[in-house]
């Protein structure tokens, strides 16, 4: 498509400098006249709206007051004394209404009807003996004044002349009559013509829809058309214009679609009465064509479009001069540069014509002749040295090939000769590399396995949904926890056998060449140990706790002076034992708690419950001991406390606070509190408790949560089994949640329990 496009493109500089001059003309004439026409519109568009709104205003104003007038001149004829009084015959009260009828000629009929109904008299003499109690004017019209909203003539339609065009249209106006004492005597009813609304249009917007072709509608308040073109009376009209005069009540112009598929610029305004005349709720509609309206930008654009033509032949013709004097000394020049290409002189004159660009580019392509003959030369002499630095560096690359060929082979020796299955995986989770060891463990040759997907040939089908999305994670740029550190997972073999084992996991690379390097140690063995010695020492535990529970109360018995009055020097030793014997069985607990846990054996039972009953709970088990070391327990649980909620189990929960507190209160300072905080965090809860004790080094830190490690304490007696944390993280830990050692502000230590909404979660192991 380009190449067919160049070949109708002009050749010549001074051609093209003329095309674009007078393409820049054509561009600019037209965004011209877009700009214009657009500012135009936009102009003509605000005065002719707010024009019709006006008139919209002023008709809807003007049919407001004359309703008003109306409904005014029919509540002062039901007061005179002709109509009231009953000394008056009903001719007489005929003869009253046909002179106001005869005033006020757009009443079509006005007459007088008794409490039942009964048309006493009229104006024209219609009606009279008719009933009328059936109709709307009536009814209402006996409890108060009434106006209702225009209709087809009912009774009168056949009694009155005939009426030119279509039929007739009344807005009913009735209010009751009262003797002397005030009692009603019946209603004054009048219908008003509807043409008196046309009239009313036509001296407001007539002269202007002559000039303008505008059109006035009259909506009720459902948008019924009650004034309008013939086609559209009683047709109701879902307009935005309607919509918006209703909402606001205040007057302003839009542009819209019709029915008829034509766009309008539309002015409306909806009447709200006028005095103590409640209005009924007319909307006045002022419409006018977008054609008609925009008829003075078209004429405007024509008259820019012929001037920006007329416009551009101007610079085209000034553009082609332009360019021929531009091109002149340059295809002077070029004809010299091509002198010098052909061998016909070996320099540009530099005394060109033109102007001092040209000059300029003279001298510049004369001094490039010069550098490129001289290049030439030297490019002679390099290349006669060039085959030998070629050669040169072509056994540099083979030393390089062979040396990286040495080391994979010595990278491939030792990953065969290692103890652990080694396996290498890309980032897509496919094997790359698989040694004899794995072969050994697993079962698969490497010729099997390479290229297949890690996950699914050797993890177990429950652990394969988050290891994927532990591998999506770490490839969105998040940390994957298994990496460079040696962790427990479970494996399965070619025949589908699980196998323990100790899995570390490197990255090397960078980028899309990034790898995976995966070491397996068999652990089977180990764990096999592992549960023989939990069993002992669960049998050991289970052996002691029997005797230690008799030795505990006889000792207990003789502590408490059961058996008389000691001596002083043996109630001290017996004190000694009792609270001995207490610390042993405190162990004995602590290491059956760990034995349950390692053999899954302790059972938790998770309840989605409120967390502050747990805070309360723990203090409270714990004030006693608070007391007599003369520490106090605060709770901090803020507002909001309440609605704190966790899924946990309120018995193991309250093992880990209470261990927690304990080993708080043991190092703080006489006279100093022990803080137990709880707020909300991630959805869940943190349970913080926080002392002023010496604190834990960084260094302790990670040893503190292993078996039989102790913090050291402000007393001598105050020492622990140095189970109670390792018991607390593993609580923690099966419960999905997390604890963790920070310095508490001001000195001291903070340890803090983070709970989940979500309950206890399993984590799986990572590709």
Known sequence: MKNKLERFMPRGLGTQLALAFSLLSIVLTTALVALVERRAVAEVETRIGEGLADLASQTSDKLERGMFERYREVALIARRAALVEHDY????RAQVLAQVQQSYTYYEWLGIADRDGKVLAAGNNLLVGANVASRPWFRQGLVGGFVGDVHEAVLLAKLLPPQPGQGRRFVDVSFPFADAGGKVQGVLGAHLSWRWAREVEQSVVGSFARRNSVETFILSSTGKVLLGPPELIDATLALESFRRATATRQGGFTVERWPDGKRYLVGYQKGA?????????WVVLVRQGV????????DMRT????????????CSLAGLWMARRVTRPLAQLARSAGEVSGGGASSIPSDQGGYAEVRALSRSLDTLVGDLEERRRQLLQVNSTLESVVEARTLELRRALDTVRASEARIRAIVDTAHDAFIGADLAGRIIEWNKQAEQLLGWRRDEVIGKRLVELMLPERFRPQAGQARASFLD???????DRRVERVVTDRHGVEIP???STGLTGQGDAATFSIFLRDITERKRIDRMKNEFVGTVSHELRTPLTSIRASLALLADGV???LPADMQEVIDICNDNCIRLNRLVDDMLDIQKIEAGMMSFAPVMQPVLPLAREALRTMRGMATAAGVSLVLDSGPGAEAIVANFDMDRLTQVLTNLLSNAIKVAPRGSPVLLQLIAEHGGARLSVCDRGPGIPPAMRERVFQPFVQIGAKGSDAGGTGLGLAICKRIVDEHGGAIEIADAPGGGTVFHVILTR???ARHAPAT
């Open 303 to 314: 008259q820019l479009l012929v001037g920006g033509v007329a416009l551009a032949l101007l």
């Open 477 to 483: 740029g998040g940390q994957d926890g298994a990496l």
């Open 501 to 503: 084992v100790e899995m």
């Open 273 to 281: 009465g006028y005095s103590y005349y409640p209005g009924l709720g």
């Open 291 to 298: 054609d008609d309206a925009y008829a003075p930008v078209r």
């Open 758 to 760: 979500d309950g206890p």
């Open 89 to 92: 015959e009903a001719a007489a």
């Open 563 to 565: 058996l008389g009055p």
